[in-house]
């Protein structure tokens, strides 16, 4: 079933197709292409689907659907962690505090950063939880 509900950017009517209870249905597609112009806007996300005739909650699934399928693409898989290769840190290896920083790069896009040998034990609560 198609339905006149829009009309484009050049004042032509746009068949939106939808199904029997008379949702619109968008493809994918479409879907990201709303995405990125929502990206764009300086709107939230409530005033956004609201101007745009989109039911809010679908909007929320679209944009988790989104952000669930950018963060599975951008981090590579670990399977154990023979992948990576572990050094010891002693305390009595760390320079005196305000001397300088460690940095710390896992992969191309995260670094870990310290500054301070005060805070060695947060760096290690942290490297701990995620070996």
Known sequence: MT???????NH??????????????????????????????AMSGAQFARMHGINYQTFCYWRTRRRKALRNTDVP???SCADFN?????????APANSGSIEIQIGSQTRISMT????????????????
């Open 3 to 9: 339905d006149m509900n829009s009309i484009d950017s």
């Open 12 to 41: 032509s009517a746009v068949l939106l197709k939808t199904d029997s209870s008379g949702r619109v249905q968008r493809s994918r597609d479409e879907q990201e292409a709303i995405l990125d112009a929502f990206e764009q806007s």
């Open 77 to 79: 898989k670990v399977d």
């Open 86 to 94: 572990f050094i010891e840190v002693t305390s009595h290896s760390l």
């Open 116 to 131: 301070s040998s005060q805070q060695a034990p947060i760096l290690a609560a942290l490297i701990k939880e995620l070996a």
